[in-house]
């Protein structure tokens, strides 16, 4: 039987995506568990804390207060959270959702790190990348603050967008 000259690359793809999805079920598994779900996810809060306050100094939000270090508030856990000193309408949406980028981060880790390291019989390497790109792909969803600060704001843009769609068809 003759192998397509893809073999190599469809291998360490789906190996790949087997690993992060194992990364993914692992760092699910600690939820219960706060402490473990910060420490074992520490790399995702932090970039996901990181671009919150990066959108905001750029969009004039005035990024105020800046942590990765959880804590107890009520009756649920804080893994990070950033403060700011002038969110409005216009910047509050793209400040909020601004961790949705670590997806396209998680796609450029996978892609120019992971892919690379398996090919090269780094496997040491390659499960690390595995674990930030995991990291990278579980911290990016929006936490209910974030969806409750950006929603009006992004509601405004939606129809911003759906005006101009309308007028030029």
Known sequence: MRLPNNFYLMTETLASAVL???WLVVIRSTRYSKWQLALISLP???MHEALHGMVGLVLFAKPKAFSIFPKRERNTWVL??????NLNIWN???VAF???LMLGIGWLLYVN???PTFH???YLIWVVSG???ACSFFSCIPSTTDIKVGAVSGLMYGGIGFGVWYFVH
């Open 44 to 46: 995702g809060t932090a």
């Open 92 to 94: 509050a949406a793209p």
């Open 131 to 133: 674990y930030v790109t």
């Open 20 to 22: 992060i999805l194992t």
């Open 80 to 85: 990070g959270s950033v403060g700011f000193g």
């Open 98 to 100: 601004a961790p949705l």
């Open 120 to 122: 090269a019989a780094n």
């Open 113 to 115: 790190w992971m892919l």
